[in-house]
């Protein structure tokens, strides 16, 4: 599989260090010829085939006299491509193939952790999903057609009721543009934007993962039930006669705060939660495991001679000597980290770096070639 050097910048004149400086979450970006050259990673019968499919995620926008009609794929039939204003929405196109992850990766000046995945949109002439606002950061990469842009920094952000899709109540436009293949706009979050298709074309958004506090608490709260050990039960020895046998009492409400202020957590404990979190596949995932697995033997053999590559599906982090995979964690030494830490960064190790693995990473390496989560490393 060939990996995109990291060092390839899509953001023209303006370095990695620079974006961030000046625009990340702070004000748009219009880049001409990001990508220039740029021809469509799939074509729309390859499009239309994926949403399809029931392990990925798609939907279909229909635009009349400013209403919108949206339904979930997978889709048996999608209206002729001649017909005017609709959209078809894939979600995740990077989980699914291999140039679509190769773009992806090249936004790899942002991290890991908050980067999404790749979604293509399909729309026909004036086909578009309507004014409205993202929660996270999104680049807007221009692959077939042009679309018109029209985006602004309004503070009314309320929504008109009764619609599928969070469409702006009132939208004023502040700037237009007219983007081209390999043109790409850079969006912060909350800003307003509409883009309206002319002529047949396709957009790749790369979106971010900005999960919201509410859902971290939900989740991490959850996470922490198999770690709360707190002995003993509620007993109350010098229990009084009571007047009112409905009231709580202030003593039991007492005693029951005082033990689960016991309950604390750790930085580590955070770790742990985060990367677990952060690498958890989504529901719609599923891993393909080989239809006929190699044996550890022969799979370290094939391993030292062409190396590995984590599937397109898998998300593995890491922080100090914990190591995240899919929704799963493990501790190592730091002489493991190396070779472990490097297939997280690079997504693929070569023959060269395994030569140093221990017998237990590449045991990992084997369980997750069997599971589907990594694969044997070629040149496609």
């Known amino acids: ?7 390839i910048n899509v953001l023209g004149d303006i370095s990695p260090a620079q974006f961030l400086k000046e625009y990340w979450q702070k004000k748009p970006l219009l880049i001409r010829a990001a990508i220039p050259n740029l021809k469509p990673l799939l074509t729309a019968k390859k499009l239309f085939a994926m949403a399809k499919r029931d392990d990925v995620e798609s939907r279909l926008i229909c ?5 919108w009609d949206m339904s979930n794929g997978p889709f048996s039939a999608l209206p002729d491509t001649s017909k005017d204003e609709w959209t078809l929405l894939v979600q995740g196109v990077n989980l699914h193939d291999k140039a679509a992850d190769s773009l992806l990766r090249r936004f790899n000046f942002i991290p890991n952790a908050r980067l999404d995945d790749l ?10 999903v309507g004014a409205h606002f993202d929660s996270y950061d999104v680049f807007l990469l221009q692959a077939h057609g042009k679309r018109r842009w029209r985006i602004s920094a309004q503070e009314d952000l309320s929504l008109i009721e009764g619609m599928p899709l969070k469409i702006l109540r009132r939208f004023v436009p502040e700037q237009e543009f007219e983007l081209e293949p390999g043109d790409m706009l850079y969006l912060p979050p909350h800003y307003a934007h509409e883009g309206v298709a002319i002529g047949e074309c396709m957009t790749y958004s790369i979106g ?6 509410q859902e971290l608490g939900e989740a991490f709260l959850n996470f922490m039930v198999d770690t709360i050990e707190l ?13 009112h046998p409905a009231e709580l009492s202030t003593s039991m409400l007492s005693e029951v705060q005082t033990q689960l202020d016991q309950i604390k957590f750790t930085h580590s404990d955070m770790t742990i939660f985060l990367g677990e979190y952060l690498t958890e596949p989504k529901a719609s995932v599923f891993f393909d495991s080989p239809k006929k697995p190699l044996s550890p033997t022969r799979f370290k053999s094939e391993a030292s001679k062409n190396g590995l590559a984590l599937s397109l599906k898998t998300q593995m982090l ?13 501790i190592v030494n730091a002489a493991d980290g190396v070779p472990l830490k490097q297939l997280a960064n690079e997504r693929y ?5 395994l030569k140093t693995c221990s017998d237990d990473v590449f045991e990992a390496f084997c369980i997750w070639y069997e599971d589907g989560w990594l694969t044997l490393r070629d040149d496609d």
């Open 1 to 7: 599989m060939k990996n995109l050097p990291s060092t």
């Open 63 to 67: 635009a009349f006299d400013q209403h």
């Open 119 to 128: 979604m293509i949109s399909y729309a026909t002439n004036g086909g578009g």
């Open 208 to 213: 971010f993962r900005a999960p919201s506090f």
């Open 231 to 243: 002995p003993g039960r509620f007993s109350d020895p010098d229990l009084k006669l009571t007047k």
């Open 318 to 330: 890491y922080k100090g000597s914990h190591i995240f995979i899919n929704g799963e964690s493990f």
């Open 349 to 353: 190790i070569l023959p060269e770096s």
